[in-house]
């Protein structure tokens, strides 16, 4: 049976169970999408609270963190998504993802309405990649490729 989760804390209890494991073994994100047979992005989205797996993705993934089954049906439950607690993300990181969305938001908005009309881009029906590359002028850069169904606005 499908079961939603309402209570975020349990998820991130969770999470910092999983990680600490993920720590303690040595695994990377790729290692633990491997056992589940789902992609990296989307395992690791949902080991840290905001996708729920199919049954035997989390029995494997559990299985390989050495999380009980009480975990294993967590990692099962519909999440509550989006919940970063405290607003404004203070990780450097995380911020820099949000100060792009508050430089480029309206332009990303502007563009795609121009593009598709009204409507919006599904984070439920999305796909995301994060790849390293050599930078040209030195360094790297990363490449990240953000993937949603258009979804237009239908009156009614």
């Known amino acids: 049976m499908i079961h939603a989760q309402f209570d975020p804390t349990a998820r991130e209890r969770l999470a ?7 720590t303690r073994k040595d695994l990377s994100w790729q290692q633990i ?13 949902a080991v840290l609270g905001q ?8 029995k494997a993934v559990a299985a ?28 450097p990181t995380i911020y820099r993802f949000h100060e792009m969305l508050l430089v480029y938001g309206t332009t990303l908005k ?14 439920i029906n999305f796909k995301l990649d994060v ?18 169904k258009y979804l237009p606005t239908k009156p009614f």
Request: overall charge negative; proline content about 7%.
């Open 16 to 22: 910092v169970l999983a990680v600490e494991a993920k």
């Open 33 to 45: 999408a491997d056992a589940a047979g789902l992609s990296v992005a989307f395992v690791t989205a």
């Open 51 to 58: 996708h729920a797996l199919p049954e035997p993705a989390a």
């Open 64 to 91: 390989l963190l050495d999380l009980d089954d009480e975990a294993a049906a967590l990692l099962r439950t519909i999440p509550t998504r989006g919940s970063i607690p405290g607003g404004i993300p203070t990780d």
């Open 110 to 123: 502007a563009l795609v309405h121009e593009q598709f009309g009204d409507g919006i881009i599904s984070a």
């Open 131 to 148: 790849k390293k590359v050599a930078d040209p002028e030195g360094g790297e850069r990363a490449v990240i490729t953000l993937d949603g």
